[in-house]
T-cell receptor, first 113, second 114 residues
């Protein structure tokens, strides 16, 4: 995931604009990637996922892009709404015999009305 | 809908106390996980379990232990709480061991150790 640190990256966008949140993952062997959204006072919730044999997947207003060459993930949110304000985490599933999910540090999205 | 329930939303404990954090899921999921979340550090995996009575260390297991006596319940134990264990604790579950399943999270327990 993103580099570990004390400062949470933030992104501020105007309502109605598109948002792009980026993430660098760590393990070349990871084969499943997920984006989660965490609203204040709640646990993270699944948004969209992508397997390593794909480079793009679309959901409702969201698109995830995967670039395995540079180990980069991005989440695109179309027509960003105030309800999209949250912290967004990318995550990768690493095979450990079973698997475990490793999270990035997160990006806080602010949507300005 | 899958429901993951954490027994307490807020807890305040004193240094040296033994602390139990409880988590229950209602969807017969095989896998359960405990994470802690600290500002700017994301979610860090403490322990996880793929089956009853089975446990695996995550990335930061020191100072913690876990118990999974029943499939639906996964407990995190702080044997002797310390101030550096003040954090948000998140429990999660998932269905399969195949590595292609998303996690379902509880709402978290904010633990303060004084």
């Amino acid at each position: 995931g993103e580099s570990v640190g004390l400062h949470l990256p933030t992104l501020s966008v105007q309502e109605g604009d598109n948002s792009i949140i980026n993430c660098a993952y760590s393990n070349s062997a990871s084969d499943y990637f997920i984006w989660y959204k965490q609203e204040s006072g709640k646990g993270p919730q699944f948004i969209i996922d992508i397997r390593s044999n794909m480079d793009k997947r679309q959901g409702q207003r969201v698109t995830v892009l995967l670039n395995k060459t540079v180990k980069h993930l991005s989440l695109q949110i179309a027509a960003t709404q105030p309800g999209d304000s949250a912290v967004y985490f990318c995550a990768e599933n690493i095979n450990t015999g079973g698997f475990k999910t490793i999270f990035g540090a997160g990006t806080r999205l602010f949507v300005k009305a | 809908d899958v429901k993951v329930t954490q027994s307490s939303r807020y807890l305040v404990k004193r240094t040296g106390e033994k602390v139990f954090l409880e988590c229950v899921q209602d969807m017969d999921h095989e896998n359960m996980f405990w994470y802690r979340q600290d500002p700017g550090l994301g979610l860090r995996l403490i322990y996880f379990s793929y089956d009853v009575k089975m446990k695996e260390k995550g990335d930061i297991p020191e100072g913690y232990s876990v118990s999974r006596e029943k499939k639906e319940r996964f407990s995190l134990i702080l044997e002797s709480a310390s101030t550096n264990q003040t954090s948000m604790y998140l429990c999660a579950s998932s269905f399969s061991r195949q590595g292609d399943e998303k996690l379902f999270f509880g709402s978290g327990t904010q633990l303060s150790v004084l």
